[in-house]
């Protein structure tokens, strides 16, 4: 409220301040030609100088004296006509209606076009002493604690998974090393490191990668996601023997019915062996097909960019006709983000809103991941 | 809320400039005081409306709110309080907003200051300034909002890239922008003069304490960017043609043409036209240099591409004001009538030179800058004008230039004496061999060119001492008389001989620089030594050190020469933090008039280190040359007879016309 009373008194001294020379009804047109005729007067002033200090001689002083006397003339002649002001009232009265009219038309109607009139400021200090959940502040602060403190372990281990999920993978990466150099290293630790350094490299299981994943799995041999990209990871390198093998080993270790058999399954066939007859797990709506990932994977980088692309196009498809599917619109606005299409990000993150109320439980999941990314989710106000 | 009542202020501005635009305008074609009293209090008004929204933008930026996308893109919580406040125009809309204050801010001056000027002319160069006011505001709102808001707000800010975060580059843009917009006011009266049809030598008094202020700003602008560029960028360099600094240097060419035209009009009434002209042009190229620079066609001809609304919309202002002023001249001149006459050898024979070479030249450089763009545009093949370019045809354009620079003060007006001007200066002519060739014989090498050059640098500055001796007759009355006479001239006077020194200490500078420096690129490892200059340089090893928001490695070297150690010196590599973006930081040792430059490179395998040294003999000649240029510019700015009929007539008694009835 105290905003538009102050958008009110500006506009209106603004109008004001323009309104007055036309109420106060102009004064009187000052004598047009005074200010030139004394230049020319100390014109002449200075050519009496130059001659007195020997600059010029006398002859060409009167030169010099003779042409701006003839300027001096014209002036004064000129000067006649000009000194006739005039002055209708309609024409002010048209000049302040068109005042008190355009001013606060065009200022306010902008204004309200472009500007954001509710929100507050956000001085950084405030929302540091008071961050609530504002989950970029949390960040913010556990980062100006390591910026002090870059020796707290448990700072770093909180704050690595956050940037891989956010996609900052620099950042992950120099997270999760400094948690190991800290407090060791952990299953969890080096499978995250690894699967950032993955990310990194578009898929590919790095020499680094490939390196965490194995000692992951020296610490804790129950653990079928560093298995699997060590599995592929032979793939990658066209050991098809081992990885069939490799991937045997993970599908007959794993419990029946576990989500990611499917996708060792395709493994397996595609390295030569049988398929371990599983029982096909409750496939979660909008998740890729076994085949479609498989196809990724042998494709070039531009086609698989290419499909991944047509995915998540199908994914949105779909969810036009189903909304009612949390899962596929998080699946839908972390695929965007990560294809840096981020309008249509924020335009999943709004219609996924719209599907789940930011009210209700999943709504808020929605808000919240939409922060964690970036995204505005400016839906989530309206 | 504080915020958004900046965005309004400024919303608000456009509004206020809109009706400036219009209704003064009326006013002064129908002679309605009432309405043309509306300028004046309106300047001032938006002058006041765009200060509080500049005030609230760099509030932002002190208390780094991050909704603020502005304030996102290019701070961080942990930038130093300086750099948050040059954080402020140090990016493209920032930098927009800067150059609306400035704007209004010359705008409110003229109406502040202008009580001599006939009515109608202030008036109608107020509503130009106000049109153009409106233009850039509408820019700045509809395609670069400063004020644009983020929600939710991120925790932690982008950073100001890195190597702005550096004081030269704080202080650099707006004394660049008072240089570039205060041309506008030139351009205002132009065609405010163009506008009511009526020219005289009273114009030029007026425009010239506009010009010279705006010209003194640029050169300062221009010499302070070209120092950034040398301690920062590492390449050791002062000036690369870069289209960028181009974009600064074509209105300063132009602008000091048209500094030396106005002189002919306001004392002789001649080259009135043409005055007009430069003073169009001048700010034309101050408007295409914004372009250039802010529509991002220089990095890449594809900028345009990526952000097609900026670039077009700065293009759409480029012709309306440019196409608009040129038609109103094309329309006008010939109606205007032309002034005085004078020989070929006069003073204003001199300056008519001086106007030619310095639109060549300018020609010439804007010819370089657009001509790879254009070839790039139509065949997409990618050329690059480069230095060789320039320094050929700019260089050998300005040798006559140097030349005739001081026989001008030394020329009568209307028909001057060359001979007697030539006599006068003989001694100056000599002195500059003298000593060029004494240099020679310190520096020992260098092309016989370099002793011409270095006797042309001098030339000017003795030729400017020539003159002013000439004026308080030395050797033709006693030295007393002469001291007096000296003290009595006016300031206009010394203000043409700082510049011209001051052009001459450049100069000297550029060429000593040019033909004696030194480069040694080595590998070094802690205890070796390199030399350069007669300076011998060991290193002695690295160091990490950590600033507020950067981590560098810091080389450090002992100076010695002739076996003593004289001085030590830093030179360093940073990471900024926010951005990892590597810079260097290098060491610069003063010795009189010249530097050594230490520069750090590439680590190497073997644990040594690139290391680039230059000695630099006189170069910090080519950056006082330009202080003395701005004292000419300040000292003449001071001079007593421009302030004829000015608000303070304490120094004149007034006549009875002089009285503005208000």
């Known amino acids: 409220m105290l905003f538009w009373i102050l958008v009110a008194v500006l506009t ?5 301040v323009l309104l007055h020379p036309l109420l106060r ?23 009496e100088r130059d001659r007195a200090s020997g600059l010029i001689s006398a002859d060409e002083a009167e030169y010099a004296r003779a042409e701006i006397g003839r300027r001096l003339l014209a002036v004064s002649a000129r000067g006649e006509d000009a000194a006739k002001p005039e002055g209708r009232p309609w024409r002010r009265r048209i000049a302040e209606v068109l005042v008190v009219a355009l001013v606060p038309a065009i ?30 502040i949390l960040i913010a602060k556990v980062e100006a604690h390591l910026a002090g403190n870059p020796n707290d372990g448990k700072g770093w281990d909180l704050l690595a998974p956050i940037y891989f999920r956010t996609m900052r993978l620099d950042d992950a990466e120099a997270a999760y090393r400094n948690a190991i150099r800290l407090l060791g290293p952990s299953p969890e630790r080096l499978s995250g490191l690894a699967e950032t350094l993955l990310t990194d490299a578009d898929g590919i299981v790095t020499e680094d990668a490939r390196l965490a994943f194995e000692k992951a799995v020296a610490l804790d041999g129950n653990n079928p996601r560093a298995k699997f990209y060590l599995a592929l990871a ?132 929605l808000v919240a991941l939409g922060r964690e990314l970036g995204l505005s989710g400016e839906g989530a106000q309206e | 809320m504080i915020i958004e009542l900046g965005h309004f202020s400024l919303v608000l501005a456009l509004a206020v400039a809109v009706v400036l635009s219009v209704i003064p305008l009326y006013g002064s074609r129908r002679r309605d005081t009432a309405l043309m009293d509306l300028a004046p209090a309106g300047s001032v008004l938006l002058f006041l409306l765009v200060a509080a929204s500049f005030a609230v933008l760099t509030y ?54 202008g009580r001599n000027l006939p009515d109608t002319l202030k008036v109608n160069v107020l509503v130009v300034q106000a049109w153009i006011t409106t233009a850039f505001a509408l820019f700045i709102l509809l395609t670069s909002n400063p004020f644009a808001r983020l929600s939710p707000a991120p925790g932690e800010g982008k ?54 202020a705006a010209w003194t700003c640029l050169t300062a602008g221009i010499a302070m960017g070209s120092y950034w560029a040398y301690y920062e960028l590492g390449w050791g360099g002062w000036w690369f043609w870069d289209p960028v600094e181009n974009a600064s240097f074509m209105p300063w060419l132009a602008g000091t043409a048209l500094l030396h035209s106005a002189l002919v009009m306001e004392k002789r009434e001649a080259l009135k036209i043409w005055t007009l002209l430069l003073a169009i042009l001048t700010f034309s190229l101050s408007l295409l240099g914004t372009f250039l620079v802010r529509s991002g066609v220089l990095t890449s001809v594809h900028a345009f591409a990526t952000d097609p609304s900026r670039g077009v919309f700065i293009l759409a202002i480029l012709m309306i004001f440019i196409g608009g002023s040129l038609s109103l001249f094309a329309f006008r001149a010939p109606s205007l009538n032309a002034g005085g006459l004078f020989a070929p050898i006069s003073r204003e024979g001199a300056l008519v030179l001086n106007n030619l070479i310095l639109t060549v030249c300018t020609a010439t450089v804007l010819i370089g800058t657009l001509y790879p763009l254009l070839l790039e545009t139509l065949t997409g093949e990618k050329i690059s004008v480069g230095a060789p370019f320039f320094n050929l045809t700019f260089g050998l354009l300005m ?42 014989y310190r520096e020992n090498g260098g092309p016989v060119l370099a002793i011409l050059g270095m006797a042309m640098g001098l030339f000017l500055v003795f030729g400017a001492f020539v003159d002013l001796g000439g004026r308080a007759g030395a050797g033709k009355v006693s030295a007393s008389v002469a001291w007096r006479r000296l003290k009595g001239l006016p300031r206009s006077a010394f203000g043409t001989a700082l510049a011209h020194m001051g052009l001459g200490i450049t100069v000297l500078g550029v060429v000593a620089v040019t033909t004696f420096q030194s480069e040694h690129v080595v590998e070094m490892k802690p205890g070796m030594t390199t030399e350069a200059g007669g300076y011998v340089l060991t290193f002695d090893g690295m160091r990490e050190a950590k600033g ?73 000649c080519i950056w006082g040359g330009a202080l003395f240029m701005m004292a000419g510019g300040i000292v003449s700015l001071s001079d007593r007879r421009l302030r004829v009929g000015a608000p303070s007539r304490r120094s004149r008694p007034a006549t009875p016309a002089m009285e503005p009835a208000e």
């Open chain 1, 25 to 47: 009804g102009g004064t009187v047109l000052s004598a047009q030609r005074a200010g030139e005729a004394a230049v020319y007067r100390d014109q002449l002033q200075e050519v």
């Open chain 2, 548 to 620: 507020p928001n950067f981590t560098e490695e810091r080389g450090h070297f002992t100076v010695s020469r002739g076996g003593a150690a004289v001085a030590d010196v830093w030179s360093s590599k940073r990471v900024y933090v926010a951005q990892r973006m590597p810079t260097t930081e290098a060491g610069i040792l003063t010795f009189g008039l010249s530097q050594l430059y230490v520069s750090l490179g590439d680590h190497m395998d073997d644990g040594g280190i690139v290391v680039r040294v230059w000695w630099k003999p006189y170069i910090l």
């Open chain 2, 60 to 113: 932002a930026h002190v208390v780094s709110d991050f909704s603020v996308l502005n304030v996102w893109q290019n701070s961080h919580s942990l930038v130093p309080l300086i750099y948050r406040l040059s954080g402020v125009w140090g990016n493209h809309e920032g930098s927009m907003l800067l150059w609306l204050l400035i704007l209004v801010f010359f705008s409110a001056l003229v109406a502040i200051f």
């Open chain 1, 107 to 136: 200022g306010l109607s902008l204004y309200l076009k472009i500007g954001s009139p509710d929100m507050p400021d956000q001085p950084l200090a405030a929302r540091l002493a008071e961050p609530g959940n504002d989950m970029a």
């Open chain 1, 12 to 16: 209106a001294v603004s109008a004001v």
């Open chain 1, 234 to 365: 032979m793939e990658q390198a066209g050991d098809r023997a081992r990885a069939k093998v490799a991937f045997e080993e993970l599908a007959a270790a794993s419990p029946a019915g576990a989500p990611w058999l499917p996708l060792v399954n395709e493994h397996i066939a595609r390295n030569g062996g049988t398929p371990v007859a599983a029982a096909e797990a409750p496939k979660a709506p909008g998740n890729p097909s076994a085949e479609d990932v498989a196809a990724a994977e042998a494709m070039s980088g531009g086609d698989r960019q290419q499909m991944i692309e047509g995915m998540v196009e199908s994914l949105d498809a779909r969810l036009k006709d189903d909304p009612n599917n949390f899962e596929g619109w998080t699946r839908l606005i972390r695929s965007y983000v990560v294809l840096d299409r981020r309008e249509q990000a924020e335009e999943a993150l709004r219609r996924g809103l719209a599907a789940f109320p930011a009210s209700g439980k999943e709504g808020q999941q």
């Open chain 2, 399 to 440: 040798i006559p230039l140097l030349v005739a620079v001081p026989f001008g003060p030394l020329l009568a007006w209307k028909r001057g004496d060359l001979l007697g001007a030539l006599q006068r200066l003989y001694v100056a002519a000599g002195l500059s061999l003298v000593v060029a060739l004494a240099l020679y």
């Open chain 2, 159 to 212: 950073d100001l890239n890195p190597v702005l975060q550096d004081l030269g580059l704080a202080i650099h843009p707006p004394l660049l922008y008072l240089g570039y917009v205060g041309f506008s006011v030139c351009f205002s009266f132009a065609v405010a003069a163009l506008l009511e049809g009526r020219i005289d030598a009273a114009w030029a008094r007026w425009v010239r304490p506009w010009t010279l």
